[in-house]
């Protein structure tokens, strides 16, 4: 079995700030991972992946992750946020054999103050 | 130009009556998914097509069943909807392969019951 911790439901920042939401992951198997984002009412986004090689991952909208291994973690991270950054980020975990389930974390809220 | 279709995007249903949410893709994606997702919860698995493979997972209701008559479309029937069942719902494909890894969401349906 696997599963995601997303340890921060709400974010506030303000604009131009940096901003790191947290996830992180448990799984007995390699795992493939994911960060999406949702608009409300929208469906979700993908936004980037780490599948293997480098442990940084970029992104779309100047978004990037870092895998981190040994903490079983993978923080997606933007120097700098835009009023349009404010949506709902999910993390996801699938493992990298053959079955099909992603796994989702709860989200986190990002509020992009002006 | 959407790859993934659901319709409607918005859906009121009355207590008990029966309903069903559609989805199309146009990715000729062999994986199709459908989710539960309520407020500040994580999505939840209800099932999922592996090619024409029925997956349910062990605590999806027996009142939630699906469809897929060709690998275009897959439908989410509800029997006799309750007020727990108010939800987003949303449809989910991917292709299996070795660069194949994400998975591409529809905008979703709300269903509201009332």
């Known amino acids: 079995a696997q599963s995601v911790t997303q340890l921060d439901s709400q974010v506030p920042v303000f604009e131009e700030a940096p901003v790191e939401l947290r996830c992180n992951y448990s799984?007995?198997?390699?795992?493939?991972l994911f960060w999406y984002v949702q608009y409300p009412n929208q469906g979700l986004q993908l936004l980037l992946k780490y599948l293997s090689g480098s442990t940084l991952v970029k992104g779309i909208n100047g978004f990037e992750a870092e895998f981190n291994k040994s903490q079983t973690s993978f923080h997606l991270r933007k120097p700098s946020v835009h009023i349009s950054d404010t949506a709902e980020y999910f993390c996801a975990v699938r493992d990298s054999g053959g079955y099909q389930k992603v796994t989702f974390g709860i989200g986190t809220k990002l509020q992009v103050i002006p | 130009d959407a790859m993934v279709i659901q319709n409607p995007r918005y859906q009121v249903t009355q207590f008990g009556k029966p309903v069903t949410l559609s989805c199309s893709q146009t990715?000729?994606?062999?994986?199709m998914y459908w989710y539960q997702q309520k407020s500040s919860q994580a999505q939840k698995l209800l099932f999922h097509y592996y090619d024409k493979d029925f997956n349910n997972e062990a605590d999806t209701p027996d009142n939630f069943q699906s469809r897929r008559p060709n690998t275009s479309f897959c439908f989410l029937d509800i029997r006799s909807p309750g007020l727990g069942d108010a939800a987003m719902y949303l449809c989910a494909t991917r292709r299996t392969g070795a660069m194949n890894t994400e998975a591409f969401f529809g905008q979703g349906t709300r269903l509201t019951v009332v």
């Open positions: 799984s007995s198997v390699s795992v493939y």
């Open positions: 990715l000729n994606h062999n994986v």
